[in-house]
């Protein structure tokens, strides 16, 4: 542009040269040329122009300057909070204590002294700059663009962006080109033309509110409880319809005053205002019974309350609860159900206490009668679904070609048979709550695949039928089989597997509480009404000598026989009944026997050779040795001390994530054990047996 006027603006930063030199452009960029210079980054040369314009007088002083020619005239700008972001300060309740954050003193009390004489004075601006010590707790923070000197512990930040020129320093340029007569007039209707465009969001905004807030009103008002919300300071911010019947109070009476002015239960007001954790509590007001819940929003710290009509809320719930027992979808027992004292059984109860706080799936694994729907009934009653259906499954039950019908429904003439109108399914009917799959490894192929993608999809389509049907429910399955080998042999798919196990208990055997004896006995006498009965101590010492092998489920039945066949008041060892009565397994010497270990060692060898195949021998060998090597010596075995041994015996490092994946892997193969505390990873007797098979060990 021919004898173009050139304007230098030279800021501390690149947000600030963004922001004036864009300022500048909108407003005389018709008339001047601009340039700018953010000093922090400047790697030119000596910077000039016809005049300078520097952002601050404290950068004047500062030894960067110097770049900039000493024979250009140096305008410094005076400036003003950017006006584009006003209606953020604008929203903040009256009386909010703000930290206003600035990189240095003088422009603090600059930016506040703007920010009151545009009459955004309805704050309590608190300065702060790098270094002051910590001041009273305060949430939010308000910085034209410095961000990074906001302190951590503040929980809002409000950045209004660089500061803006002010319009004299505008002014004071097209005085210095002379070119003020032709132009301020053209200033005015671009700065006029700024404040009506600002002027029309702020209505469109207001409109926007008035209309949330209109909607807003509808929907509290059309909820059946009592709504009633207060602010930090404790004020009414919300007061529905059926609050005024509960309270007999009228809405405009309410908001907008005190919560202290408005209730005058004082026991109600106490529960209302006090308290950061979600809580009920059941009140009488005029006319009505009602549980009211109160929870905090922590970011605002505003209080919530809801006002339920006890009589209406109990009615409810007992009409649903009659639904659900008449369907026979609901869940018997609670953790306090099950029996036992023992630090094995204690141990399972407090696992399954955390697991039943998420919506995983669990796999419960176990002997017959250890327990497992008791636990998966418990977990459920535990669980955010308690209130949904509870339903279980025992494939071992049902016949093969009524599984997939019963699991996922059928369309109406889907095969012969078929109910008029079709069926809903069990995961249909569960939508909303669990349902328990007992005896998970007895379902075929088909059935195995369609599960799968019901854990990965949530969804179903019934048989016969085209539609796909999203559920909602939590599974929780249970086996007494012993996955690998089924695994291994091809008659249960890996992925199911580990989408089973996603979460994991494992339940104890009798044999391995023998302590709870004492408590499981006297549990059977009362639910049999004969807790009058006495048992010698004889019989007890004989019932712990026995391996249960049918567990608790052996163990009433035994309680059962006796207390029908004792005479008198007392059981005695007569009435044990004898050794025909008792489940058994295969004898321990046949696990020695030569077909037993020819086929085992087959197996091992097997596994040793698909390592080799796909170049993991070493690596699980390593990790075997290793942890043999560490439970020799009594020493935990951890992820990161493995990572570190690695990189040492290996030609390559491994992280402690793909330790921790091969060690499950190992774990799923029998090889190693993992517990928990100061058990720790052991390795089995099969892990030990594929090391002296491999010739690095003999034990």
């Known amino acids: 542009m021919v004898n173009q006027k050139r304007v230098g603006v030279v800021t501390g930063t690149e947000m600030t040269r963004v922001a004036l030199s864009n300022q500048l452009e909108e407003t005389i960029g018709d008339v001047v040329e601009i340039d700018s210079y953010a000093l922090d980054e400047w790697t030119g040369g000596m910077i000039t122009a016809d005049v300078i314009v520097v952002s601050s007088k404290v950068l004047v002083d500062e030894p960067g300057f110097k770049i900039v020619s000493p024979n250009v005239p140096v305008i410094v700008a005076k400036r003003m909070i950017n006006y584009n972001f006003i209606d953020r300060l604008l929203a903040i309740p009256e009386g909010t204590d703000v930290l206003l954050v600035n990189d240095v003193k003088s422009t603090v009390y600059e930016s506040i002294n703007s920010l009151e004489k545009l009459g955004v004075d309805h704050l309590s601006y608190i300065p702060h700059i790098p270094g002051d010590m910590q001041v009273r707790p305060v949430s939010i923070a308000i910085t034209p663009g410095e961000i990074a000197y906001v302190p951590e512990w503040v929980d809002k930040v409000i950045d209004i962006g660089p500061r803006l020129l002010d319009l004299s320093t505008i002014l004071e340029v097209l005085r210095f080109f002379k070119l003020e007569n032709d132009n301020e007039v053209n200033l005015s209707e671009k700065y006029m033309k700024k404040i009506i465009q600002l002027s029309r969001e702020l209505i469109k905004t207001n409109n926007e509110t008035l209309f949330l807030n209109s909607h807003l009103k509808k929907v509290i008002d059309g909820v059946h409880d009592g709504i009633l919300a207060i602010n930090a300071q404790g004020v009414i911010t919300a007061f529905n319809e059926n609050l005024e019947t509960i309270l007999s109070i009228s809405r405009e009476t309410a908001l907008g005053r005190k919560i202290e002015d408005i209730i005058i239960d004082t026991d109600l007001l106490y529960f209302v205002i006090n308290g950061d954790v979600e809580e009920n509590m059941l009140f009488s007001t005029n006319h009505y019974e009602v549980v009211v819940n109160r929870f905090k929003i922590i970011t605002d710290h505003s209080i919530v309350c809801t006002f339920k009509d006890a009589k209406k809320t109990i009615e409810i719930e007992k009409k649903l609860k009659q639904k659900m027992v008449s369907q026979g979808y609901v869940a018997k027992y609670k953790l306090n159900d099950i029996i036992g004292e023992s630090a094995e059984i204690q141990e399972a109860k407090q696992i399954a206490h955390k697991l039943a706080k998420t919506n995983l799936t669990v796999l419960i694994e176990g002997e017959s009668g250890t327990g497992k729907e008791l636990f998966a009934s418990a977990i459920h009653s535990l669980s955010e679904r308690r209130l949904g259906p509870y339903l279980a499954v025992n494939f071992s ?68 039928g085209n539609k796909i049907i999203p559920v909602d429910v939590r599974i929780i399955a249970a086996t007494n089989c012993n996955f690998v080998e089924m695994i291994n042999s091809g008659k249960f798919r890996v992925d199911l597997y580990h989408r089973l196990k996603a979460l994991y208990l494992r339940l104890p055997p009798l044999r391995e509480r023998l302590g709870d004896l004492p408590h499981l006995i006297r549990h059977f006498m009362i639910m049999n009404g004969k807790e009058y009965i006495q048992m010698d101590q004889d019989v007890l010492r004989q019932l712990q000598s026995y391996s249960w092998n049918g567990n608790i489920r052996e163990l009433k039945n035994t309680i059962d026989y006796m207390l029908t066949v004792c005479d008198g008041t007392k059981i005695r060892s007569t009435d044990i009944p004898n050794h025909h009565f008792f489940e058994v397994t295969v004898p321990i010497s046949q696990d020695n026997s030569k077909e037993y270990v020819q086929s085992k060692q087959q197996k091992l060898k097997e596994i040793m050779l698909d390592w080799e195949t796909n170049g993991e021998r070493d690596e699980y060998l390593f990790l075997l040795n290793e942890i043999y090597e560490l439970n020799q010596r009594k020493e935990l075995v951890g992820r990161k001390k493995l990572s570190q041994l690695a990189v040492n015996h290996l030609s390559y490092s491994l992280t402690e994530q793909q330790i921790r994946y091969r060690l499950q892997y190992l774990e799923d193969l029998g090889f190693i054990s993992k517990r928990k505390g100061r058990a720790g990873t052991k390795i089995t007797p099969d892990g030990r047996e594929l090391l002296m098979m491999d010739g690095e060990r003999n034990d």
């Open 397 to 464: 039950a049902l016949p093969e070609d009524l599984v997939e019908a019963e699991l996922f429904g059928y369309e109406e003439g889907s095969f012969t048979g078929a109910k008029k109108g079709g069926k809903v399914g069990l995961f249909e009917q569960a939508n909303g709550g669990t349902i328990f799959l007992d005896e998970i490894g007895d379902i075929s192929p088909k059935i195995q695949a369609r599960l799968l993608r019901v854990l990965q999809e949530k969804e179903i389509m019934r048989v016969g």
